[in-house]
């Protein structure tokens, strides 16, 4: 893996996990940082604790959460933990019951109640994300404990990556009310050259993205793409990526050795049962019995989805892990939604109705006997 790609797939290369990557990575940066500063706009931080690309997306989407999260109380507890370790050295050593009454007494919206074992799950959601980031480690104890008792005990030490997962802003934040406010935000400085702001969401978008959507006709992204697309495509070799542009959308190919982003489809079930949706819409489509409005993206009702997913799992569940074969059709339905939705691939709306997106058009797969033969050894 090249240090470029090393720095878009990682939050942080902390120097104590892995020295070695942290020097080779900081070796290369001379050869980085035309790629991330002239084409994507990114801010390098670099100190003796760390190296940290402050990636930001060219469009905010819904799915580009915390993928560990579930619920909203997550991230506000993940602020408050943010707080705490704001007021610690690295080094410095700290206890659950620490930290537990300092959310609980800060936590904004409600006071938290740790008998509620909804709360503790959560919190340790929290507290696991927080070590894997390297914000603090584990050195006595184990928190999961926490889930089963409240009055769980665990000895934690500073790392100190804590104070460089917010992202720094050029100014003012608490009048903002809005994404598009902090989207905004990032072209205060720039205004004086929209031609660097264009050129920096592109890139962001390609390479942050599923894919890059048109806007229209006079979409101003889109029109760049076309016009600049040698450039472009350029630069998406040197990460082992292809670039492909259609009408609609614009996405890249990354190559068996390219690993710095998710990439779809994954070697799982739920990627297995979404090619396999899609291949049945896509059937519909040629078929007549659905057609994609002039966006090319395709209105379904979510009752024709349940019933590919039941006809899925009819033909081809005996080939799911136990998980899957045990999920009601309703259930594996959300389960696969909930996914597309991860990469861009669909959208739910109100009432029932799943918008799914042209990328997705470009994606359906079937069992072969290779492939059955795989998911029995998996099994």
Known sequence: MTALEELLKNRFIVKQNDKDKFYRIKDALPRCRPFIQDKLGYR???????????????????????????????????????????????????????????????YAPYRLDWTNHT???SFIKVMKFCAANS????????????????????????VGASRYFMRHFIRDITDFASIEDFEKSERFDQEEDRGVVRRNRIYRKLVMSPCVTREGDNDEDFIYLRNFRGNVEKDMNELNCDLHIHRECAF???????????????????????????????????????TPDNRAELHVARQRLLECTALCKRDFGQYYGKTYRERSDAELLDDCLNYMEGFGLARQEDGGEVVIMPLAARF?????AQTIKQELENE
Do not use: W
């Open 44 to 106: 390098l931080i670099v100190n003796p604790l760390l190296i940290k690309l402050e990636k930001i997306p060219g469009k905010a989407e819904p799915y580009m959460g915390i993928m560990e999260f579930s619920r909203q109380e997550e991230y506000g507890m993940l602020c408050v933990v943010l707080m705490f370790l704001e007021e610690k050295n690295a080094e410095e050593q700290f206890v659950l019951s620490q930290l537990t009454e300092y959310v609980q007494a800060n």
């Open 252 to 290: 890249i190919v990354t190559d068996k050795h390219a690993d710095f982003s998710r990439a779809f489809p994954e070697n799982n079930n739920l990627s297995d049962i979404t090619l396999l949706i899609f291949k049945m819409l896509r059937e519909a489509v040629e078929r007549g019995d659905l």
């Open 119 to 121: 709360q503790r799950r």
């Open 364 to 368: 359906c797969g079937i069992y072969t």
């Open 135 to 158: 914000f603090f480690k584990v050195t006595e104890g184990d928190d999961e404990a926490f889930v089963r008792d409240e009055e769980t005990e665990v000895l934690y030490e500073v």
